[in-house]
């Protein structure tokens, strides 16, 4: 056993949840491999120093919510997911996903054991190169998939919108774990970070990406650096002067679909085919679909509801009725016309416990700008709690953000200023 605690069981899952995170959209299965063992280290670390497995008060709402939401997915896919096509994303999915979601909220039990400031600090450097490389990796595999297809939008072995919010979590995880390590290669990371960010984000096409990463970065930097509040700001006025020249010049298809956003807005009451008016119009049919079947219904029927709607409302948007088939591009109509009541009830609940939690251990600002904002923004146009990618990436930085608080020893970069003193 003495030479079991000296094997870095701590340090090693530490690696492998960041690895999880960074793979998870590149390589899924890896990533999942990864994220288990991390998982089972965990439970084996707990086991070896027999401790009594226990909780933060904090995280007993986010546990249960968790597990809620896996039962509710994996019982929906249980009674459902073998009605009609498995073209249903939900059908596909939802029980794969619901497991990842029963084990993220297991791994709640366990976290503490790693909460060590001993093993962070000791290896500050190791970690900063580690993170800093895994951020990079995942972006150069986009890169390499827009030489090879010219002209198409990036896409990391998945759709390029959900590409988009992956890689848009994965550079605002990056940052601020880079930052708040406060290594010395800090100053030279960083702004790496987020060039690379915006360019990726820019070849994906994305434009919910592309607009809502810069606006969070500046946000970030705006709420933890407050004695830099005019040079920050006096930056993101100079960045949003320049970006649509630079766009324009090095990324004119990606220019092309943020100015179709306004026509696609202004011309919704007119013409919806469109991807901005096929997202109106699923949200209504989804609304309709949950109100005709409030306890819930398989994909299959909801289709048929849905192509209703979109028939008798919708002038049959032929946009809206080709997506609808996958899902309906909002996680809350989704949960609510597919797991009814208690399925949007669950998703509203994972959300404030996610708040709850990092309230109370002293992150809320950094995890509802960096973590929570982009799910519930993303979220909001997409579905992502479907996605088998998106909720390892969900599940390793949950924890991770725990794992590294700001207000941890060692963690909080603090702006020390000298008064001079006058002598009489």
């Not at 297991?106 to 060590?116: D, M, P, W």
């Not at 995942?138 to 759709?159: D, F, H, K, Q, T």
């Not at 085919?273 to 699923?282: F, N, P, Q, T």
């Not at 088998?388 to 794992?403: E, N």
Request: net charge positive; with cysteine; charged share 15%.
């Amino acid at each position: 056993m003495t030479f079991l605690n000296k094997i870095p069981f701590s340090l090693l899952s530490l690696l492998l949840l960041c690895f999880s995170s960074f793979t998870a959209l590149s390589d899924r299965i890896m990533g999942r491999n990864a994220f288990f063992l991390a998982i089972s280290l965990m439970i084996f670390i707990s086991l070896i120093q027999k401790k009594k497995v226990t909780i933060n008060k904090e995280n007993k709402l986010l546990t249960i919510a968790i597990i809620l939401m896996g039962l509710s997915q994996g019982i929906w896919a249980f009674f459902y997911g073998h009605e009609g096509d498995n073209i249903f994303l939900a059908n596909e999915n939802y029980g794969i996903v619901s497991r990842y979601l029963l084990v993220i909220g297991l791994s709640l039990l366990f976290i503490n054991n790693l909460k060590t400031n001993k093993i962070i600090n000791i290896n500050k450097e190791l970690l900063t190169v580690f993170f800093f490389a895994g951020f990079l990796y995942m972006c150069a595999v986009g890169l390499v998939y827009c030489y090879e297809n010219p002209g198409e939008r990036l896409r990391i072995n998945s759709a390029a919108t959900i590409s988009g919010y992956i890689i848009t979590l994965q550079g605002l995880f990056t940052l601020y774990l880079v930052d708040i390590l406060n290594s010395k290669l800090k100053k030279l990371f960083l702004p790496i970070i987020i060039a690379v960010s915006l360019i990726t984000l820019a070849l994906t096409e994305t434009r919910s990406a592309i607009l809502v990463f810069p606006a969070l970065v500046v946000l970030y930097f705006l709420t933890t650096r407050a004695y830099a509040r005019k040079k920050i700001l006096t930056v993101a006025l100079l960045f949003i002067i320049s970006a649509p020249f630079a766009i324009k010049i090095f990324f004119p298809s990606t220019l092309d679909r943020l100015n179709s956003s306004y026509t696609e807005v202004a011309d919704i009451g007119v013409d919806n085919d469109s991807s901005i008016g096929a997202r109106v119009s699923m949200w209504k049919a989804g609304i309709y679909a949950f109100e005709q079947h409030p306890l819930g219904q398989s994909a299959a029927t909801r289709y048929k509801e849905v192509s209703y709607y979109i028939d008798k409302a919708e002038s049959g948007n032929p946009e809206a009725k080709r997506n609808s088939i996958y899902h309906l591009h909002s996680d809350l109509i989704e949960s609510l016309s597919l797991r009814g009541i208690l399925g949007g009830f669950i998703y509203i609940l994972l959300i404030i416990s996610i708040i709850y939690s990092a309230f109370k251990q002293g992150m809320l600002v950094d995890s509802l700008i960096l973590f929570l904002l982009p799910i519930l923004l993303y979220g909001s146009v997409d579905t992502l709690f479907i996605d088998k990618r998106f909720v390892i990436v969900f599940g390793a930085q949950l924890l991770l953000y725990q794992l590294f608080p700001r207000k941890a020893s060692g963690f909080q970069e603090v702006k020390t200023v000298t008064v001079a003193k006058k002598v009489s």
